[in-house]
């Protein structure tokens, strides 16, 4: 088996088609309240498709599977699948394109409820979407409460260029903090090694955070690292990590390090569950799709939070959720 051991300063093809996913996703989908994809488009972006396109987009997605998904079985058992369905006219009567996109990731997801295993359909537009931008970075607020507990809101996990950079500096503010609270509630994820960077602040000696398995023998451990901290927490600080129904992906990575750890405790409601790192993959006539091609295994656990969340230790309402861990950081001073 072959171990790959980077530093948390080495860019990773993993931070860019996570982000990126991020990026395309939105255009292409909506959040239902259950938290389920679901494709929409105004009316002037739906467009026709005949049986040549059902074709070439089962032919492609199921290549595309079968060469990159993390699972080599399941990977076969969905390429299978959804060419099988075309063969016997599952798909003839369906003849606009994000109906098929919807009906495609349905019939994966009945295999392999992955949050990150999507199928889109994306009319191209007259002007490139932009990215939802972020004030600082995504750390939208840093405050010490009572003077010694100190409290940061971070809204995204961004890998652009500064992000680094504005973390430390929300951590050096908080550098007096007995106690820390990092708020993910609003957070739905973005690159890793910005969830890499906030942990390195979190342990005093060299740590593996989790190890990121691919489909082949290949590993890669990723460990934390000293470079360009803003103030490296002593391990008498308690640390309390706030969750939501919404928090996703990267932003869940945290969580689940430090908890797994051992390291923070979790305040508010279980997260999304979204773990595997994902690509995103271009299909015939504007379709595309987001297929996960590792998996996070932390050391501790042996696995990770896909598809269950991130279960929190202290259960409650995500708006009791600072009221809450301010209680219980009181409470770890005294």
């Known amino acids: 088996m072959r171990t790959v051991n980077r530093p948390e300063s080495t860019p990773r093809l993993l931070l860019v088609v996570t982000l990126l996913s991020a990026f395309l996703a939105p255009a292409c989908h909506k959040e239902s309240p259950t938290g389920t994809d679901e494709q929409s488009a105004p009316p002037s972006e739906i467009l026709a ?31 299978t699948k959804i060419k099988s369905r075309l063969a016997e006219g599952d798909y003839d009567a369906i003849d606009d394109a994000h109906s098929f996109a919807v009906r495609l990731e ?15 359909f994306c009319a191209r537009p007259a002007k ?21 507990i100190g409290h ?32 993910l509630r609003k957070n739905r994820g973005g690159a890793a090694s910005m969830a890499d960077f906030l942990c390195s602040h979190l342990f005093e000696t060299r740590t593996l955070l989790y190890t990121l398995k691919r489909r082949s023998d290949e590993k890669t451990e990723v460990w934390t690292s000293p470079e360009g901290l803003g103030h490296r927490f002593s391990g008498d600080v308690s640390v309390f990590v706030l969750v939501s129904g919404e928090t996703f992906s990267a932003a869940e990575g945290l969580a689940y390090v430090l908890q797994q750890h ?19 993959r271009a299909l015939p006539t504007d379709f595309m799709t987001s297929i996960p091609f590792m998996r996070v295994v932390h050391p501790v656990s042996g696995g990770d939070w896909e598809g269950v969340g991130v279960r929190p230790d202290v259960q409650c309402a995500s708006n009791d959720a600072l009221t809450t861990a301010l209680s219980l950081a009181r409470g770890s001073l005294r």
Request: with cysteine; hydrophobic share 45%.
């Open 152 to 183: 940061v809101e971070i809204l995204t996990m961004a890998g652009d260029p500064g992000a680094r950079h504005a973390a430390a500096e929300a951590m050096a503010r908080l550098s007096e903090a007995r106690a820390l609270i990092l708020d």
């Open 128 to 148: 490139p979407a932009r990215p939802q931008c972020f004030d600082n970075h995504g750390f939208a607020h840093v405050e010490l409460h009572d003077g010694d």
């Open 49 to 79: 498709i005949d049986a040549h396109t059902r074709r070439s987009v089962v032919a492609a997605l199921a290549g595309s599977l079968r060469e990159n998904y993390f699972d080599v079985r399941a990977a076969e058992v969905m390429a």
């Open 262 to 280: 051992g390291r923070a405790k979790i305040v508010g409601e279980t997260t999304k569950g979204g773990a595997h790192p994902n690509m995103v």
């Open 106 to 120: 349905k019939d994966l997801h009945a295999i392999s409820d992955d949050r990150h295993l999507l199928v889109t």
